[in-house]
């Protein structure tokens, strides 16, 4: 079975400054998606990134961009000139690429917290 | 905009009643999710359902049960509501066969209390 392991509880970084959240994840197959999700304080949970496995490249998505290192299983998010609302939890989830439904595996999640 | 809503940001219920949480998605997803979610321990998923009157246990589906008769309303139901039930739970949906992207919505989850 699939596991996603977020290592890092709670983390916390200065305005305008750069942090890096971890996630490494276990699994078998060579297919598949990862993705980080955002969920702010009271409010609903979104998608940040996405990742397929058959790319090399790392994805980016304006502030936001991953180091994924398939042979190390590990799947981290960096975010760069953080702000205020970046402050959430974060969690990184993984989606097998076979099977008919879409179903997500979550980490534990990090708390980012951002200091003004 | 894709538009997840959930009955009830928060509710209290007492042990052994029965429970509706009411989950409805207006972008004709065929995937529905119910998770709930812990301090320490993440999203977890109770039960998914792939199709009207078609459902999945997911990984913790002991003490709960799903009804999906139309296509965007997926309740999460406690027959016999438990103190170790109380939790945030959170419904989500997405569209299959998907575009690559394969993302959840998420409705703004409800907080339940079982006293």
């Known amino acids: 079975a699939q596991t996603v392991t977020q290592s890092q509880p709670e983390m916390s970084v200065q305005e305008a400054e750069t942090v890096t959240l971890s996630c490494t994840y276990d699994?078998?197959?060579?297919?598949?998606?990862l993705f980080w999700y955002k969920q702010p304080p009271s409010r609903q949970m979104i998608l940040v990134i996405r990742?397929?496995?058959?790319?090399?490249q790392n994805a980016t998505e304006n502030r936001f961009s991953v180091n994924f290192q398939k042979a190390a299983k590990s799947f981290s998010l960096k975010i760069s000139d953080s702000q205020l609302g970046d402050a959430a939890m974060y969690f990184c989830?993984?989606?097998?690429?076979?099977?008919?439904?879409?179903?997500?595996?979550f980490g534990t999640g990090t708390l980012l917290a951002v200091q003004p | 905009d894709v538009k997840v809503t959930q009955s009830s940001r928060y509710l209290v219920k007492r042990t052994g009643e029965k429970v509706f949480l009411e989950c409805v998605q207006d972008?004709?997803?065929?995937?529905m999710f119910w998770y709930r979610q812990d301090p320490g321990l993440g999203l977890r998923l109770i039960y998914f359902?792939?199709?009207?009157?078609?459902?999945e246990k997911g990984d913790i589906p002991e003490g709960y049960s799903v009804s999906r008769e139309k296509k965007e309303r997926f309740s999460l139901i406690l027959e016999s509501a438990s103190t170790n039930q109380t939790s945030m739970y959170l419904c989500?949906?997405?569209?299959?066969?998907?575009?690559?992207?394969?993302?959840?919505?998420f409705g703004p989850g409800t907080r339940l209390t079982v006293t």
């Open positions: 972008m004709d997803h065929e995937n």
């Open positions: 989500a949906s997405s569209i299959y066969p998907g575009p690559i992207s394969y993302e959840q919505y």
């Open positions: 989830a993984y989606r097998s690429a076979t099977g008919a439904t879409n179903k997500l595996i």
């Open positions: 990742q397929e496995a058959y790319k090399q």
């Open positions: 699994t078998s197959e060579s297919d598949y998606y």
């Open positions: 359902s792939y199709d009207v009157k078609m459902k």
